[in-house]
């Protein structure tokens, strides 16, 4: 086991690089907890041993780490340093790399808590700033932790980013050879990132509980919808857990629609057929207009059994204040700075939230007209010639040449919105994320519906329409699915075949048998990283599963005239869909970093946007459909007029999301002094709190 | 000077009725305070003399008071009791009537509002429950006093009201000879409502302010939208002041179109006049769409000068939490009552709200039911015999006739909708005022519309639309803003002859010179109550503002392509409106009692429902304008799919009213733990601030 050297940090005096090590981490034995007397995560095995459970793991490449070489060791002084702020550091060597394992008592975190300032609910309902001291005040968590993932891995990034270099002057560290220095006041991980000594630092599976969600989700096939939503939500966080839970109600709600799709399918009307089909518009819409709404109950009702404070209606920004709290803050900050003049900050506030639309409209302006007048022609051109061209092989050719040339555009598209996005000043990383989901939405809407409108509107061929939907349908179904989970792991196989390799090189073709993995973190290191396909800096793969959810919900409901088997077929997917996504994060994937974001956001923006699309595609359908003949003449005049009367009903519905309800300084106002109260009152309130407990369980 | 009697309620043995007073109250001069000691609520007069504002009046009959009979008498006892509790009591003499007029130390009403448990923001910017010990912490009205006028209204209520019996046995009281018992625990001002002795309590007129306010506001034409907000706040509650600042931006705003619509009428755009309409209407739709939008701004600013705490978004119920506090209190008692299984929480309020929801819904279906299947029969059968009888003596007849019946429908509507009202256990006064403004909005929107529409869409003969808008709008203006003012004017007067002439005939007819009023009280109470003219028991008189506001905005939307000028005229009204409601509150009505709502309500909602509208008829009435020769025909077909699109998208935005986003019972839950937090923290809290500020002054 490592010795621990004097701190680097903790002497007055410029002390150069005095760390000394004897041993080499890696033959730590891996189950040897290395605090064992303070307050450790610990976890019960089968055998009722206690076991730490590793959250975080830090990537460096392996060393040949000699003994004259071993003075100053960077990875050595970042393991002492992990040990200083109280976390718990197991080292594992693997094929191709080393792997920093850690893990943090509870009072370790707690402290990082207390100075990050996150709040939390307590027993009398009221969010507090969370302190050590009066631990007993704060609510637990469904799973009887007092932290929940979420707020352990900020508190982790706060611990392991927030060493820095407090001597007063540069440390030199050296690694493999290489000297580097470290600066007063840097923090050493990012200086050992910018290096490239650490590779990668990422969250850790929890083997025990990974295991336990396989079993009870992921391959319980047999429960149709049902979902262990708290177990998810206490293993993946809030945002990942709203998506399962949205799906599982989605899908449950699906059946309705799809049952009465294959009725429809199924069973000859006869003479009632012509009244049947508006039914079914009607009925459809109705339902995706109540299941919304019942949505936004569910989701209140689950942040409030998960004990997020979040109040309905309000601004999405405040949502998430837990984790946003900073940057409002600053914002908060820099009024303090003009002045307690009131004039002054409201005017000052005033031109900055108007400056702030006004980037945000011209954004929104940008991608709109470039989608309108670049994707849309080509798209358009796309279905004509498709349908124009009559040799197969020619159509074939032609869809790969689309299919390449959309994929470039999706890119470069995705590239610009999130230039754009990052001169929005958004005040919170989740809303910047919204931004980027309308804006890409945009593209991906025009790419999926508008060969299938070419069809609709201008064809008026319902047979060729119904086709393209089926194509799409299954296309989408079965080839996205397929490829979600066989992607990655193919990705997986090779990354593992390639280390395996590179081992077998180095150590010059003896190998005697098969080299195995032995370690369990290496492997998922090798694991792909749950990322979307667009604009990663700000998305994860939620973007795409939900991207892939609208784009289905906006396939039937537009169409739902023409085709209503397809809510059969969307449901049967989402039923596999479920399980599916469950595997792919938990098996396929490594564990993705938690968002603290507690609605589906954006989404449900979109969602509600493609309902009025359906209401007005489907209109038209039953008028083409009812209209065989063509004797419904729509005269330029009356359709110019009609078209106007709904652009108008899209802006009256849709600019109370452009000018919010309230300004910005009365916002700022309420925030400056719900931080003023918090300020004064938390520590007092918090006493009488736990006091109040201790006096109870007395 | 009354001499005070041993209180009746201070012993514990029965005392019957010990009460003696020597002198007759009604002798008391006017200008002496009563209690010189206490902190009492005085104002400084021109000359800087100190003078008492007494601000709430008490109406009893004029006695003969015998020496023999004194013993007992239940005004006496009443007056003791007021002294008793604390406040400043003033008789005055009229002419029918002797007058009680009350007025408050600022101790009584602090004392008074911390037993109410009113919460008040503090000088950290949360709302605590009041305590008078701590009465630095909170912060002071923009007028410098410690509680607003409703506050201070809420306080009296409370004080008169809560005048009980406290002895062990009931008192026997009597009044000009007439006994009767004042039981255990009853409220003596209520049972001297029930016995007819105290005829009305009434909030008075301040008359410094009053006549301050009539000079700054309601006779200060100058400023033509101008208004001095933060006063009128002050001398009436937020209700109120609500209304004017609505009516003064809406005025201002209205500037625009007006402008526009009269460039339409003046200018002759010759070629280009088939396109100016649609601009026009275009810009009108933004232009309303775009005032609601910042109206909602300028509200939630106007509450934050107010120092009133209101949470954007949140549920209409919340928004004036500080009164109807109590209400929900009662649910959440309720569900404590139950256990504190969570799980039967839950399920009753779930039920409950379920209900709740169910029987709105019954009430709304009522309601449209039979406007649709009675009332608009009726209007359309007007209409239709108004056109096609030929002589104008039957038109005259038949419309006297239809007044007469529209007057009697709309009464017998509104007594409906108030006793389905009833029903509905809504939670809060106000919620209730809502829901009957939504029900009887109904009724007159039939009324008004009806028949321009018959005009509009069945005939499409835009002279006779034209003529009909231009004489309903100024029977509107000039009649309803003369009727509003004159007749409540002329009962006054009458009111007044009645009361000199009945006092002429009892001191038989020996008048010397005319009969003078001599007490402002008295006029006061003869001056009529501001009350609506439908369901007085939910709403008062800005129901009738209101309904004007709504019906005008309506008639020029709607209508605006075929009439412009219309803004115009309804710029003209609003300007004159401004002054004679102030007029009209000022001079010509009682002081009206204060209402604690914040917002505009239910009108808000009614107003954008009538964009809505305005949208569709437009529309339609651009299709008739541009298709004179009727070419562009709508197939039945065509018709029936776009009525039904329309109203699905209507469901679309308007379903979120019908469900809250927001389960009751986490509602429920928050709420609780609110009450719980303030319960616990209040007190320390507020030492801590008072010591902090007292710190910040030494």
Same mark, same amino acid.
């Given at each position: 086991?490592?010795?621990?050297?004097?701190?680097?940090?903790?002497?007055?005096?410029?002390?150069?690089?005095?760390?000394?090590?004897?041993?080499?981490?890696?033959?730590?034995?891996?189950?040897?907890?290395?605090?064992?007397?303070?307050?450790?995560?610990?976890?019960?095995?089968?055998?009722?041993?206690?076991?730490?459970?590793?959250?975080?793991?830090?990537?460096?490449?392996?060393?040949?780490?000699?003994?004259?070489?071993?003075?100053?060791?960077? +990875?050595?002084? %970042?393991? *002492? $340093?992990?040990?200083?702020?109280? /976390?718990?550091?197991?080292?594992? =060597?693997?094929?191709? @790399?080393?792997?920093?394992?850690?893990?943090?008592?509870?009072?370790?975190?707690?402290?990082?808590?207390?100075?990050?300032?996150?709040?939390?609910?307590?027993?009398?309902?009221?969010?507090?700033?969370?302190?050590?001291?009066?631990?007993?005040?704060?609510?637990?968590?469904?799973?009887?932790?007092?932290?929940?993932?979420?707020?352990?891995?900020?508190?982790?990034?706060?611990?392991?980013?927030?060493?820095?270099?407090?001597?007063?002057?540069?440390?030199?560290?050296?690694?493999?050879?290489?000297?580097?220095?470290?600066?007063?006041?840097?923090?050493?991980?990012?200086?050992?990132?910018?290096?490239?000594?650490?590779?990668? +630092?990422?969250? %850790?599976? *929890? $083997?025990?509980?990974?295991?336990? /969600?396989?079993?009870?989700?992921? =391959?319980?096939?047999? @429960?149709?919808?049902?979902?262990?939503?708290?177990?998810?939500?206490?293993?993946?966080?809030?945002?990942?857990?709203?998506?399962?839970?949205?799906?599982?109600?989605?899908?449950?709600?699906?059946?309705?629609?799809?049952?009465?799709?294959?009725?429809?399918?199924?069973?000859?009307?006869?003479?009632?057929?012509?009244?049947?089909?508006?039914?079914?518009?009607?009925?459809?819409?109705?339902?995706?207009?109540?299941?919304?709404?019942?949505?936004?109950?569910?989701?209140?009702?689950?942040?409030?059994?998960?004990?997020?404070?979040?109040?309905?209606?309000?601004?999405?920004?405040?949502?998430?204040?837990?984790?946003?709290?900073?940057?409002?803050?600053?914002?908060? $900050?820099?009024?303090?700075?003009?002045?307690?003049?009131?004039?002054?900050?409201?005017?000052?506030?005033?031109?900055?939230?108007?400056?702030?639309?006004?980037?945000?409209?011209?954004?929104?302006?940008?991608?709109?007209?470039?989608?309108?007048?670049?994707?849309?022609?080509?798209?358009?051109?796309?279905?004509?010639?498709?349908?124009?061209?009559?040799?197969?092989?020619?159509?074939?050719?032609?869809?790969?040449?689309?299919?390449?040339?959309?994929?470039?555009?999706?890119?470069?598209?995705?590239?610009?919105?999130?230039?754009?996005?990052?001169?929005?000043?958004?005040?919170?990383?989740?809303?910047?994320?919204?931004?980027?989901?309308?804006?890409?939405?945009?593209?991906?809407?025009?790419?999926?519906?508008?060969?299938?409108?070419?069809?609709?509107?201008?064809?008026?061929?319902?047979?060729?329409?119904?086709?393209?939907?089926?194509?799409?349908?299954?296309?989408?179904?079965?080839?996205?699915?397929?490829?979600?989970?066989?992607?990655?792991?193919?990705?997986?196989?090779?990354?593992?075949?390639?280390?395996?390799?590179?081992?077998?090189?180095?150590?010059?073709?003896?190998?005697?048998?098969?080299?195995?993995?032995?370690?369990?973190?290496?492997?998922?290191?090798?694991?792909?990283?749950?990322?979307?396909?667009?604009?990663?800096?700000?998305?994860?793969?939620?973007?795409?599963?939900?991207?892939?959810?609208?784009?289905?919900?906006?396939?039937?409901?537009?169409?739902?005239?023409?085709?209503?088997?397809?809510?059969?077929?969307?449901?049967?997917?989402?039923?596999?869909?479920?399980?599916?996504?469950?595997?792919?994060?938990?098996?396929?994937?490594?564990?993705?970093?938690?968002?603290?974001?507690?609605?589906?956001?954006?989404?449900?923006?979109?969602?509600?946007?493609?309902?009025?699309?359906?209401?007005?595609?489907?209109?038209?359908?039953?008028?083409?459909?009812?209209?065989?003949?063509?004797?419904?003449?729509?005269?330029?005049?009356?359709?110019?007029?009609?078209?106007?009367?709904?652009?108008?009903?899209?802006?009256?519905?849709?600019?109370?999301?452009?000018?919010?309800?309230?300004?910005?300084?009365?916002?700022?106002?309420?925030?400056?002094?719900?931080?003023?109260?918090?300020?004064?009152?938390?520590?007092?309130?918090?006493?009488?709190?736990?006091?109040?407990?201790?006096?109870?369980?007395?």
């Amino acid at each position: 086991m490592a010795e621990r050297g004097k701190g680097v940090t903790s002497g007055s005096n410029p002390i150069r690089c005095i760390h000394r090590s004897r041993g080499r981490i890696g033959n730590v034995p891996a189950t040897q907890a290395s605090d064992p007397g303070g307050w450790v995560r610990l976890k019960m095995n089968g055998h009722g041993e206690k076991q730490t459970t590793f959250e975080i793991g830090v990537v460096v490449p392996k060393r040949i780490v000699k003994e004259e070489n071993e003075v100053c060791d960077c +990875v050595e002084v %970042l393991v *002492d $340093e992990f040990r200083k702020v109280g /976390l718990i550091v197991e080292s594992v =060597l693997g094929l191709a @790399d080393e792997f920093i394992k850690l893990a943090a008592p509870l009072e370790t975190l707690g402290r990082a808590a207390a100075e990050l300032q996150i709040k939390k609910p307590t027993h009398i309902g009221m969010d507090l700033q969370f302190e050590w001291e009066e631990v007993e005040a704060f609510v637990r968590q469904p799973d009887d932790s007092l932290f929940s993932w979420c707020e352990r891995f900020h508190c982790y990034h706060y611990l392991i980013y927030g060493i820095s270099n407090k001597s007063k002057s540069a440390v030199t560290l050296n690694f493999d050879g290489k000297e580097f220095h470290w600066e007063v006041g840097e923090s050493l991980l990012r200086r050992l990132e910018k290096q490239g000594i650490v590779k990668e +630092v990422f969250p %850790l599976h *929890d $083997e025990v509980k990974r295991k336990q /969600l396989l079993r009870s989700w992921a =391959l319980n096939w047999c @429960d149709i919808t049902k979902q262990p939503i708290d177990e998810i939500y206490s293993y993946f966080g809030t945002k990942i857990a709203t998506y399962f839970a949205f799906l599982g109600m989605y899908t449950r709600w699906m059946l309705f629609p799809a049952a009465f799709g294959l009725t429809l399918q199924l069973v000859d009307f006869g003479s009632m057929q012509l009244l049947v089909l508006p039914i079914f518009f009607i009925s459809i819409i109705l339902w995706a207009v109540s299941f919304f709404q019942f949505w936004k109950r569910k989701n209140a009702a689950l942040l409030t059994r998960w004990k997020i404070s979040y109040s309905v209606g309000a601004d999405p920004r405040y949502k998430h204040l837990g984790m946003e709290w900073s940057s409002l803050q600053a914002h908060v $900050e820099l009024i303090k700075r003009l002045g307690t003049d009131k004039t002054t900050m409201k005017e000052v506030s005033q031109r900055d939230e108007w400056f702030g639309h006004l980037m945000r409209f011209r954004n929104d302006a940008i991608i709109i007209l470039s989608i309108i007048c670049l994707q849309l022609p080509f798209e358009l051109a796309y279905a004509h010639l498709y349908e124009v061209i009559g040799s197969d092989v020619m159509k074939v050719g032609l869809t790969a040449v689309y299919l390449f040339a959309i994929q470039y555009f999706t890119k470069v598209g995705g590239r610009i919105s999130v230039k754009l996005i990052k001169d929005e000043n958004n005040e919170s990383t989740e809303y910047r994320a919204d931004s980027l989901v309308y804006k890409v939405f945009g593209l991906y809407f025009m790419q999926s519906y508008i060969g299938v409108f070419y069809h609709a509107l201008l064809y008026r061929n319902f047979m060729t329409l119904r086709r393209v939907l089926i194509q799409r349908l299954i296309v989408s179904e079965v080839l996205e699915n397929l490829l979600e989970n066989s992607l990655p792991y193919l990705k997986y196989s090779y990354k593992k075949y390639r280390a395996v390799r590179n081992k077998k090189k180095r150590e010059n073709g003896s190998s005697i048998g098969k080299i195995q993995f032995t370690s369990r973190v290496e492997k998922e290191y090798l694991k792909p990283a749950y990322s979307a396909s667009i604009g990663e800096e700000l998305e994860d793969g939620l973007f795409d599963d939900f991207l892939e959810l609208a784009l289905q919900f906006g396939m039937i409901m537009m169409f739902a005239c023409v085709f209503p088997l397809a809510f059969a077929f969307a449901a049967l997917n989402n039923v596999t869909e479920i399980r599916t996504d469950a595997l792919k994060l938990l098996a396929i994937l490594r564990r993705p970093i938690p968002r603290a974001d507690a609605t589906i956001g954006a989404w449900l923006n979109i969602f509600q946007f493609l309902i009025v699309m359906s209401i007005c595609t489907n209109s038209a359908l039953l008028v083409c459909l009812y209209d065989q003949e063509g004797k419904w003449r729509i005269e330029p005049g009356l359709a110019a007029i009609l078209i106007m009367e709904h652009v108008l009903l899209l802006i009256k519905f849709g600019f109370s999301r452009f000018v919010p309800e309230e300004p910005a300084w009365v916002r700022d106002n309420r925030v400056k002094n719900a931080t003023h109260a918090q300020d004064v009152c938390s520590k007092q309130l918090l006493r009488s709190i736990s006091g109040r407990k201790r006096h109870l369980v007395e």
